[in-house]
């Protein structure tokens, strides 16, 4: 029989790769998107089948993280295999904008999630809850799944609450859910609003002359990058496991976004400093100095170690948005990406 999969935040970065993974793996793949006036669709255009072909494997749904009814109406008419819990309002710094609906969206979606398996009563139902890195706060680097969570922001407070309730719903009525405590995992789907996203599509405007300035919060902020991809197979690969459990993902390489910023500009053989100016309306009220996983846990049990590391992350971004842009790409990254994956299972954008 073919598996089914059901994924909220189809639509973000990990959504999109998951559903690419889950259907190279032969899955019958179902997506949660809201509803607007404008398609929000274009990270997954790429392998969406129309529903009325026969051969349609990628199926959406409208529905809401807010919406409890129809959540549950979702899951019970789909009745999946496996549940990846992937949306939220994600973005950090906005959360402190928005900490009321990041709390709705990212702390109570989780909540409804759970309380519509636990209702429809599946006990084969597994599901993979999208916990945070920034849960870690100001926890002492490295962070492995012991590490005490000391949330800075809205959205880490939001995920903790989330990941707490994962784990009682497990503990509590013997569900087989998982939490995936992946550390900062980028690529060219990454949103354009994030930091490392903002830079290598600068980098691309500046060369294009489309772009002579670029605004940024703290620089001296380090974490943990890997490439994402990788992560989102690593979540499959959790939720194939024999018993639930929680999982540190990460590189265990620690970069500033200052690291960052010169191997992005310097691939291009440009000097950051020229263009980079600081706007403190993206500094944080609070901010996380310092995040790094210590990932030992995921490399003995699920067999899980990362290939990209931070240069190579960067050098396949940057390709990505010259090309996006209409500049024929330096090219390292594209070899990069042949050489460690020549049989890759997404699409190179």
């Keep these: 029989m073919v598996k089914k999969a059901l994924?909220?935040?189809?639509?973000?970065?990990?959504?999109?790769?998951?559903?690419e993974f889950l259907l190279f793996k032969g899955y019958e793949v179902h997506g949660i998107i809201r509803r607007a006036s404008t398609f929000n669709t274009p990270r997954i255009e790429h392998i969406y089948v129309d529903r009325h072909k026969l051969k349609a494997r990628l199926l959406l749904h409208y529905g809401d993280m807010a919406d409890s009814g129809q959540l549950s109406n979702i899951i019970s008419n789909i009745r999946p295999d496996e549940i990846y819990n992937l949306g939220a309002q994600s973005h950090v710094r906005v959360s402190f904008d928005i900490p009321e609906y990041t709390g709705n969206i990212t702390a109570l979606g989780t909540a409804r999630v759970l309380e519509a398996i636990r209702r429809l009563g599946k006990d084969n139902i597994k599901l993979y809850q999208a916990s945070s890195s920034e849960m870690f706060g100001i926890s002492k680097p490295p962070q492995n799944e012991?590490?005490?969570?000391?949330?800075?922001?809205?959205?880490?407070?939001a995920k903790v609450y989330a990941h707490w309730m994962a784990r009682n719903y497990r503990d509590g009525y013997g569900l087989f859910i998982s939490n995936g405590i992946l550390f900062n995992h980028e690529s060219p789907r990454r949103g354009e609003t994030f930091v490392t996203r903002k830079i290598t599509r600068a980098v691309a405007s500046v060369i294009a002359k489309k772009q002579s300035e670029l605004y940024l919060g703290n620089l001296d902020a380090k974490r943990d990058w890997g490439f994402a991809p990788e992560y989102a197979e690593a979540t499959w690969i959790i939720l194939q496991q024999d018993k639930p459990g929680d999982f540190v993902l990460g590189t265990g390489k620690q970069f500033s976004v200052k690291d960052f910023l010169k191997e992005a500009f310097s691939y291009v053989s440009l000097d950051w400093r020229k263009y980079v100016k600081i706007d403190r309306h993206y500094l944080r009220p609070t901010e996380v100095g310092?995040?790094?996983?210590?990932?030992?846990?995921?490399?003995?049990?699920?067999?899980?170690?990362?290939?990209?590391?931070?240069?190579?992350?960067?050098r396949i971004m940057v390709d990505a948005d010259m090309r996006a842009i209409g500049l024929k790409p330096v090219g390292e990254g594209d070899k990069v990406l042949k050489k460690i994956f020549p049989k890759r299972w997404w699409r190179a954008d």
């Design 290 to 314: 310092s995040l790094v996983a210590d990932a030992s846990k995921a490399k003995k049990e699920l067999g899980w170690q990362p290939k990209v590391q931070l240069r190579n992350l960067v």
């Design 7 to 19: 994924i909220t935040g189809i639509t973000g970065q990990d959504g999109s790769y998951l559903a």
């Design 146 to 157: 012991n590490t005490p969570f000391i949330p800075r922001s809205p959205y880490a407070c």
